[in-house]
């Protein structure tokens, strides 16, 4: 590195700034002392010795899993050293260690022991949970099939429980069903839990979870009846070892079988679990942290986006002046300005679903299910709606860096390949999509049969009752005022609320004319697909707005409530569309929302740097040259493509290997 | 054997596969030659691709520069020349996976820019590798802004010689290909001066490699500039110039010399140079933007009629996952907008040869035209056929984001093209420049190029269709697009102009209505995109099925178009809300139409196992065993790591203390 003198056009856009960054810092943080706290974590791990190494950009996926291995190893250790335990503590730890990036103990962290937690009898914790608590035992959990992923009822795995011996006999009986994904299955773990179809007197009784040894303990080698192996390279993902597994005959004791609610008795009798809701509770979990994971990745993206564009000088606005910074092209504010506003809105969105489900977690906990289904679809769409967003979002940030957005040393296509798997893994997003969309079809034929719903979908209540006829009418008349945040969720409302019942009445035309469910489902997909994402749109859009009251500080109220219009009227501008159609809003208003978007690039330019200082990312974490917080660019750029593998030797072997011995032959 | 479930979709085919494979090469010729070059490279094991996933960026390197050596050799043992009709399909059955690719636009520049003297002393060294050459233009702090570039290359006439220097960080050369370990020479780009007067950018050869031992020259600083997302292969470098000396006579001279006394002469048009850039962007659609597509879809769309997910029916099989209609609306609306492009690359490469045809009488009266269409249809069909690659990677599930699926490598190869030969954007408000300027000519009834004749009878009006299938005529459709493109482009002009009257300065302006510009500017390309496929489908003979299949395709085409862009097209009312939806239930109606013909239309672009080098995409369709057989070649499971003796172990052990 070099230069301790931060780039002058930075320093200009800092001393510019409407607002104090820290200020919104806390509010992402939620409140001053987790701020304090993160930043104090943060520094054990940055001033660590322990947890320096090379950039990983220049080594290989061999090296890369190595590396990852090593610190992972450090950070359980030193988890326990420092005695932290919370688990937003923790991810923030784990976080800075691993600089955003998947680690092999995920699974091991992530599922393997909350799994033994959740499904484990009290004898089996005994048994697995302190040796895996110690890293004895390391394991991953083992869903995913070859050739089946979302659809779990498809999984072909199975295990067939052998009275005699009062073992199960685990089997992998088709190439298809060779188990594939699985993080830490490769070359890490040591035991899996595995989903397999459960076969006991003859008859299939689905989906259970069983725990399997799959390496010896001591040599590591694979047990025999067991294939392991890593998947091979990805998009991304180089630190993780996803693997396969195949079992011929593999027999696991009875007692291996995860039994806190399903059971098989010594003599194969099966006993039912009292209820299978319960298993959605870690899919809600994880899938509300894929929101926040959103709003993260995003806001780390459109740092250094908009911090280059900020230093980079390119081309010229007026004939004979210098060149200008790029930031100042209304084409480039477009780009990033709304990505910006949209990592704002997603982190409410984010803290909000986190709450919400901390609160709702109580309520199971208690026995209240009453709220689960709503959670569960919200989350699903929401998973699915701000992926998707933000994956397109971070490879916008990407161009708008132009040439160099391409090179590794930017960061950006790190995080947009640790990312964008996130539209696929833990429910795809278009099947999420249509979970939600079922929920709403629901809630709406509730409304229409005279009920009344509740939460989040609630604006269905106000829909007319006596509208039968399948043809499309225009939305309830709503006036909107363009510079009212308030108004415009009415508006968003509007437009949800159209979709879902235009896309309820086409299913049911449907009906109408063809027999089957699921084949007038499948023909209705794509309208109800929209539906579902109208309503996501809306409750992002809510969501920003309610913030807004619970800022005390009148100049971050201020920039946020611009971000809060820009997201909002963004999004009518590219869904004009829906909005024209409905009848909410008329050309003249079209026309005055595309005109207000663009003042409001030029109001939030004066604090868009400012804006993403806020997102407080070190400059370790973020790991990129294009966005460093002092803006020197250029310099370090070159500093790091010396250390590019390619120049370590003056002269590269091939030109004595083929380039020489071509030039004396022609 | 071939997998049934792929089997089975072959059989109903509407149309002759073979018929329209010929109709894309351009005959049945060209179908035999292309595929006797494919066959002719596959069955050569030096060019084999086949454990590309697998390697460092130092080994796809050196691969690269094998490839390259062989290829010389290959060419001369076959009879191919670099100008020949093969060579084009050279490129594809290597996929590009092969070093010395800027050699050629070092070549190509010196032909253009140099002259006759330069030609005669250059081109014949570099044709026989006596030398390598790159193309150094682009800087650290410096990109499609070619006058803000900061490399000077001062004269000095005591010694008939020029000074090239880097002054500072930002004016390192930045990018080139085949620079930071291969090349002996570049054409690098450079301020002139002469008696301390700047003359702007000018082209020199620079030596920067001993031809004997490769070593950098004196006052040369290059190498490698890092890892990418893609191009691994590639060796884009940078190069830094400390008084380097050149002679006089290697300023490529053929429109500007630099005379013993200094004295600067231009001769001949600049505007050639504009053709250079243009002929670059034309050929780059076709090769880097459009290939990557139609593999893309292949890979995409065989695997979504073998692979099986829930159930439509209960009681059935698993269905495909290429009947649910979310997954026909993902793929389907690319493989349509595949052929719309290659359809429109015929187009451009027509009114490439046009202009050609011209240039060669001294006319360039067509340029401005040939540079607004190159530039906007790059960026459009770049854009367009980059965010298609990346719905069919997310189209495939999980296993899309293994590198063996294919889909990872084409699509961080093909978003570079968003940005390469000129920013995507900046070329869309350069067509914008034009479309304005035609729009003013045209109102004030001015004569206009072809393709923009119908900016002159802009006039409100209504769309006339009455019923979905109305919809399904080509002409409600175009005049649709139409209709929509100039309506976007009269409102642009006219906000630009009632800024200017209320006394905004002109590029302030422009710089406020840049978003509308852009947007107005795909829209006329999207219109041409659409006119021209419908033309061409009309043309189609009707034999084998082809030209149904075609306008079915045609439609989907339009009709998605309108379907996710149907704000523009309701926004003055061309379209009333009730119309919209027949636009929506005709558009969804096709999907289920074509989906019958999706596996077929895929075979018709007739891409190998060996170029597709896909687990996925492969034409038995046996997609799961391929995909175990090639995890197991990893390094990962071939390879012992030292992961488990070194960390695994003593963590297994809880021994980490020892660490």
New interface residues.
């Given amino acids: 590195g070099s230069g301790a003198m931060m780039n002058a056009d930075l320093q200009r856009e800092r001393a510019a700034a409407t607002f104090q960054p820290e200020l919104l810092t806390h509010i992402l943080d939620g409140g001053a002392e987790r701020t304090r706290r993160r930043k104090e974590i943060e520094a054990l791990v940055i001033n660590d010795p322990d947890f320096q190494h090379e950039d990983l950009?220049?080594l290989?996926?061999?090296q890369r899993?190595?590396e990852a291995?090593?610190k992972s190893?450090?950070m359980?250790?030193k988890l326990r050293e420092y005695g932290i335990a919370d688990p937003d503590e923790i991810y923030w730890f784990k976080s800075f260690v691993h600089r955003g990036r998947p680690e092999p103990l995920d699974l091991h962290l992530g599922m393997f022991l909350p799994t033994l937690l959740t499904q484990a009898t009290p004898e089996q914790q005994d048994r697995f949970f302190m040796p895996a608590w110690?890293?004895?035992i390391?394991g991953t959990y083992a869903q995913?099939e070859?050739?089946?992923?979302?659809?779990l009822r498809?999984l072909e795995t199975t295990a067939t429980y052998d009275p005699a011996t009062q073992e199960f006999i685990l089997n992998s009986p088709t190439?298809?069903s060779?188990k594939?994904?699985p993080g830490g299955l490769?070359?890490?773990s040591?035991h899996a839990i595995v989903l397999a179809q459960l076969y006991t007197q003859g008859q299939c009784k689905g989906l259970h979870a069983f725990i399997v040894p799959i390496r010896q303990?001591g040599t590591?080698e694979p047990l025999p009846g067991i294939t392991v192996?890593?998947?091979?390279?990805?998009?991304?993902?180089d630190e993780i070892?996803n693997g396969?597994l195949k079992m011929d005959n593999f027999r696991i004791p009875r007692e291996n079988m995860l039994m806190k609610y399903a059971q098989v008795e010594p003599d194969g009798t099966y006993v039912k679990p009292l209820s299978d809701k319960l298993t959605y509770g870690t899919m809600v979990f994880i899938r509300s942290l894929i929101v926040g994971d959103s709003a993260r990745s995003l806001s780390r993206a459109c740092t250094i986006a908009i911090r280059y564009s900020a230093v980079?000088?390119?081309?010229?606005?007026?004939?004979g002046e210098p060149?200008p910074q790029i930031l100042?092209?209304?084409?480039?504010q477009?780009?990033l300005f709304p990505l910006l506003a949209t990592a704002y809105a997603f982190h409410f969105v984010g803290a909000y679903i986190k709450q919400t489900y901390r609160r709702i977690s109580g309520d199971i906990n208690e026995g209240d299910l009453s709220e689960l289904p709503e959670l569960h679809a919200l989350t699903a769409g929401l998973k699915a709606f701000t992926s998707w967003t933000a994956n397109a979002g971070i490879?916008e940030c990407r161009?708008a860096c132009?040439?160099h957005?391409?090179?590794?040393?930017s960061g950006i296509?790190d995080i947009y390949v640790t990312f964008?798997?996130s539209?696929?893994?833990e429910g795809?997003?278009?099947v999420m999509m249509?979970q939600t969309a079922r929920f709403l079809v629901k809630s709406y034929n509730q409304v229409i049969s005279g009920q009344r719903v509740t939460g989040m979908v609630s604006y269905l209540n106000d829909l007319s009752r006596q509208r039968v006829q399948p043809q499309?009418v225009a939305a309830r008349t709503v006036t909107v005022r363009i510079n009212d945040p308030v108004s415009l969720v009415e508006a968003y409302k509007a437009c949800a609320a159209w979709l879902v019942e235009a896309a309820a009445k086409n299913l049911q035309a449907e009906l109408n004319h063809r027999k089957?469910k699921?084949?007038a489902w499948?023909?209705?997909?794509?309208d109800l697909?929209r539906a579902s994402e109208a309503h996501c749109h809306y409750v992002v859009v809510k969501l920003f707005a309610a913030k807004l009251s619970e800022v005390s500080n009148a100049a971050v109220r201020a920039v946020l409530t611009e971000l809060c219009l820009l997201y909002a009227l963004y999004g009518i501008?590219k869904?004009?569309?829906?909005?024209?159609?409905?009848?909410i809003l008329s050309?003249a208003q079209?026309t005055q929302v595309?005109q207000h978007v663009?003042e409001l690039l030029a109001i939030v330019r004066a604090n868009a740097v400012a804006l993403v200082d806020s997102f407080d990312f070190h400059d370790v974490h973020l790991g990129s040259v294009l966005g460093r917080y002092d803006g020197n660019v250029?310099?370090n750029?070159?500093e790091?493509?010396?250390?590019?593998?390619?120049?370590k030797t003056?002269?590269?072997?091939?030109?004595h290997?083929?380039?020489?011995?071509?030039?004396a032959?022609? | 054997s071939v997998n049934p479930d792929i089997a089975s979709e072959r059989q109903t085919a509407s149309f002759s596969v073979e018929k329209l494979t010929a109709r894309l090469d351009g005959g049945a010729e060209q179908t035999r030659m292309r595929r006797a070059v494919v066959e002719a490279i596959e069955c050569d094991p030096e060019f084999s691709r086949e454990n590309q996933y697998f390697q460092s960026q130092n080994e796809r390197y050196e691969a690269a520069v094998r490839k390259a050596t062989h290829l010389q050799k290959k060419m001369r043992e076959m009879g191919w020349t670099e100008d020949g009709p093969e060579y084009k399909y050279i490129y594809r059955a290597l996929s590009g996976d092969v070093a010395f690719l800027l050699h050629r636009i070092f070549m190509r520049s010196i032909s253009v820019l140099g002259s006759d003297e330069q030609i005669a002393k250059w081109i014949p060294l570099a044709s026989q590798y006596r030398l390598i050459g790159s193309y150094a233009q682009t800087e650290l702090g410096h990109g499609t802004y070619l006058q803000g570039l900061e490399t000077t290359a001062v004269f000095d006439s005591s010694t008939q010689e020029f000074i090239l220097n880097t002054p500072k960080i930002s004016a390192m050369k930045w990018w080139p290909g085949d620079m930071g370990r291969s090349a002996t020479h570049t054409v690098a780009f450079a301020q002139l001066y002469i008696h301390g007067k700047c003359y702007g950018v000018h082209p020199f050869i620079v030596q920067i490699r001993s031809l004997q031992d490769h070593s950098l020259c004196p006052g040369i600083t290059a190498g490698d500039i890092g890892p990418k997302m893609n191009f691994e292969h590639s060796d884009n470098g940078y190069l830094m110039l400390q008084n380097v000396r050149v002679p006089r006579e290697n300023m490529l001279s053929k429109f500007c010399e630099v005379q013993p006394d200094g004295t600067y002469v231009r001769r001949g048009s600049q505007q050639i140079n504009y053709f250079t850039m243009t002929t670059v962007r034309i050929s780059l659609i076709s090769d880097e933007v459009i290939t990557p597509l139609m593999k893309a879809c292949t890979i995409a769309i065989r695997y979504s009629v073998v692979r099986r997910q829930s159930k439509l029916k209960p009681g059935e099989q698993e269905a495909k996952i290429l009947d649910y209609q979310t997954q026909q609306e993902k793929l389907l609306p690319q493989l349509a907008a595949v052929y719309a492009f290659h359809f429109i690359n015929d187009y451009l490469q027509e009114l490439f040869n046009r202009a050609y045809r011209e240039i060669q009488r001294k006319n360039f009266d067509t340029l401005p035209e040939l540079h607004a269409s190159s530039s906007g249809f790059k960026a459009l069909v770049s854009q367009h056929c980059t965010s298609g690659v990346e719905i069919c990677l997310r189209a495939c599930g999980g296993h899309g984001y293994s590198l063996l699926s294919g889909l990872p490598s084409l699509y961080t190869k093909i978003i570079a093209s968003c940005i390469y030969e000129g920013e995507n954007t900046i070329l869309l408000l350069q067509t914008a420049r034009f479309l304005i300027k035609c729009f003013m000519a045209a109102s004030s009834g001015q004569p206009v190029p072809p393709s923009v004749t119908y900016l002159a009878a802009v006039k409100p009006g209504k769309c006339p269709a009455k019923n979905k299938l109305d919809f399904l005529s080509p002409d409600i459709y175009t005049e649709a697009f139409e209709h929509t493109a100039a309506r976007l482009i009269s409102s642009t002009a006219a906000e630009l102009q009632d800024l200017v009257q209320s006394g905004v300065k002109k590029h302030d302006a422009w710089n406020r209505c840049t978003v509308q510009l852009a947007q107005a500017a795909k829209a006329h390309c999207h219109y041409i995109t659409v006119k021209n496929f419908a033309e061409t489908v009309e043309r189609l003979e009707t034999e084998a099925g082809i030209q149904k299949i075609m306008k079915h395709l045609c439609d989907l085409f339009a009709l998605h178009g309108i379907f996710s862009n149907a704000g523009i097209f309701l926004h003055d009312g061309y379209l009333s809300g009730a119309q919209m939806d027949m636009v929506t239930a005709s558009y969804l109606d096709l999907l289920a139409v074509i989906r019958k013909d999706a596996v077929p239309l895929v075979d018709a672009f007739d891409f190998t196992d060996k170029c597709l080098n896909s687990a996925l995409g492969s034409y038995d369709g046996h997609v799961y065993q391929r995909l175990y057989e090639w995890a197991q070649k990893s390094p990962t499971n071939t390879q012992r790591s030292p992961a488990y003796e070194r960390y695994l172990k003593p963590l297994l052990h809880n021994t980490l203390s020892k660490l």
């Fill in positions: 950009n220049f290989s996926r061999s899993y190595e291995i090593r190893s450090l359980v250790m110690n890293l004895e390391i995913t070859m050739g089946h992923g979302t659809h498809g190439v298809t060779i594939w994904w490769g070359k890490t040591n303990l590591h192996g890593d998947i091979g390279p990805k998009f991304g993902y070892d396969y980079r000088h390119q081309s010229e606005l007026k004939p060149e100042d092209y209304q084409t480039q477009y780009k490879e161009m132009g040439g957005g391409y090179s590794r040393c296509p964008t798997p539209c696929t893994y795809e997003n278009t249509l499309h089957s699921e084949d499948n023909r209705t997909s794509v697909v501008s869904k004009t569309g829906d909005f024209l159609q409905a009848g050309d079209i595309n663009k250029y310099e750029m070159f790091w493509a010396k250390k590019s593998p390619l120049n003056q002269v590269h072997e091939s030109f290997k083929h380039l020489k011995p071509m030039q032959k022609l």
